[in-house]
C-alpha cells in the first residue's frame, strides 16, 4: 500500500529529464533508506515506488508494523533534537508530532549498528523514551520498514514527558528536575 507507479511519477514536469534507472539508484543509495522500490505485482516490467514513513501527508499508508509487546523493543528508543527546541518540548508537555503523521524515533544513536534512519546525525539533545510505560498506559508504537520508531502520540499528537527515560546532554534534564 502506499505505493506509485514509477511511470507516472517520471511524467511529473519536474522529473520527465529522470528515468528508472535514476529512481532505482535513489532508492538503492539514500542512507536512510526513505523510499522502497518493487515490481508491480501484476506486472514484472513496471516498478513502483513508496515512501517508507508518511511523514505529513495522511494518505501515505506506509508499510509500519505495530509493536504489540513493549519486550520486542531491545534497544534504546530515542529522539534526537536541538537545543534551541527543548524549551519549547518542556512547554508544550512533551514530544509533539507537529506536522507528521507521527514522532520519530532512532532505534539507538546515529552510527550505532542497525541505526540508518529517525534521528539527524547533528541532534544537539536526545530524548530516551521508556516505551514500556508508554505502551502500558495506552500508547501506540510502529516500526517502519527502515527500522524507524513511530508513535502518533495522544489525542493531541503529543508524547508527554513523563515517559523521558534520560535526556542528554544530562544538564538539561537536571535543570528540568530541579523545577
Known amino acids: 500500500t502506499g505505493f506509485v507507479e514509477c511511470e507516472a511519477l517520471l511524467k511529473h514536469p519536474r522529473l520527465q529529464d529522470h528515468n528508472l534507472d535514476e529512481i532505482k539508484q535513489v532508492c538503492e543509495n539514500n542512507d536512510k533508506q ?16 513508496r515512501a517508507n514513513q508518511g511523514h505529513s501527508i495522511e494518505t501515505v499508508e506506509a508499510e509500519l508494523r505495530q509493536i504489540t509487546d513493549p519486550n520486542e523493543i531491545t534497544h534504546d528508543v530515542i529522539h534526537g533534537t536541538y537545543k534551541k527546541c527543548w524549551p519549547e518540548i518542556l512547554k508544550s ?4 508530532k507537529m506536522k507528521r503523521n507521527h514522532i520519530h524515533f532512532a532505534k539507538g544513536l546515529p552510527g550505532d549498528s542497525g541505526v540508518i ?24 508504537f510502529f516500526e517502519s520498514s527502515n527500522g524507524v520508531i513511530l508513535c502518533p502520540g495522544d489525542i493531541n499528537g503529543v508524547l508527554p514527558v513523563k515517559y523521558f527515560k534520560k535526556v542528554t546532554p544530562h544538564k538539561l534534564w537536571n535543570e ?3 523545577k
Open 34 to 49: 526513505r523510499f522502497c522500490i518493487r515490481q508491480h505485482p501484476n506486472n514484472s516490467n513496471r516498478f513502483q515506488i
Open 176 to 178: 528540568y528536575n530541579a
Open 93 to 96: 508537555g512533551g514530544l509533539n
Open 117 to 140: 534512519s529517525g534521528m539527524r546525525q547533528n541532534a544537539e539533545v536526545r530524548i530516551y523514551i521508556d516505551v514500556r510505560e508508554a505502551m502500558n498506559e495506552g500508547f501506540e
